[in-house]
């Protein structure tokens, strides 16, 4: 597996509509976390996407997956300066929700063989045995910028607000990446060499548990 050199894609909505809220709730940090399922697809009869997932099996590139990370704030306006056309503005992080999913897909060849399948299997499980801590570490994220004070200025009032909220999603996905998605990335660029290593004649189980340990 090689990381796609394009412009990451976690898909960290940062411009989400921002909530205002004056109190904290009791359930300060949610996070929902959907189960990772892995798509197998027929490159011949179905329709292939036009913007694949950020990372693919250096062995098909048709094989393809997205750590997704998605936050939604509630805030409280703690502070507004307004200097002519210029606005800052400090929110408080009253509450943080976040939705992790990790949408698989495998675009196989026709009649592809089992050892194909069982390569692009060895993926879905590398990437399973990272996110499976996703919850966990997406509360922390969470908590990390709980209560905190972010400052964003623009122009606008509006889009000063939504700087403030990027500031604050920038370091939860920050802190998400380095826990969850980069070792993953590591882990699968390690499986890939190593399969493709004959010398070393590894079998995917052997392949997976040396790619993890090494990228830990």
């Known amino acids: ?3 796609n050199q394009k412009v990451s ?3 960290a909505f940062l ?5 205002l ?18 798509h197998k697809h027929n490159v011949k009869t179905e329709t292939h996407p036009k913007t694949p997932g950020e990372f693919h099996c250096a062995a098909n590139q048709n094989t393809f997956w997205d750590f997704k990370f998605i936050p939604t704030l509630a805030v409280e306006k703690t502070k507004m300066i307004k200097e002519d056309n210029w606005y800052s503005i400090t929110v408080k992080v009253k509450h943080v929700t976040v939705e992790t999913s990790l949408p698989f897909d495998m675009w196989l060849p026709e009649n592809a063989s089992d050892s194909v399948i069982a390569h692009e299997d060895g993926h879905v499980r590398i990437c399973k ?9 997406a509360r922390k994220c969470g908590l ?3 209560g905190r004070e972010f400052v964003g200025e623009a122009k606008d009032e509006d889009t000063a607000l939504k700087l403030a909220i990027n500031a604050a999603n920038g370091e939860m ?11 993953a990335d590591l882990a699968s660029a390690a499986y890939d060499k190593l399969m493709a290593d004959k010398s070393t004649k590894l079998s995917v189980d052997d ?4 790619a993890i340990a090494d990228a830990r």
């Open 173 to 183: 996905l920050q802190y998400y990446r380095a826990k969850i998605v980069e070792p």
């Open 15 to 19: 411009l989400l509509p921002v909530v």
């Open 21 to 38: 809220t004056g109190c904290v709730d009791s359930r300060a940090v949610t996070v929902r976390r959907t189960k990772l399922f892995a």
């Open 129 to 137: 045995r990272f996110y499976r801590d996703a919850a966990h570490q």
């Open 1 to 3: 597996m090689r990381r």
């Open 144 to 146: 990390h910028i709980l």
């Open 9 to 11: 894609r976690i898909l």
């Open 207 to 210: 392949a997976i548990e040396k």
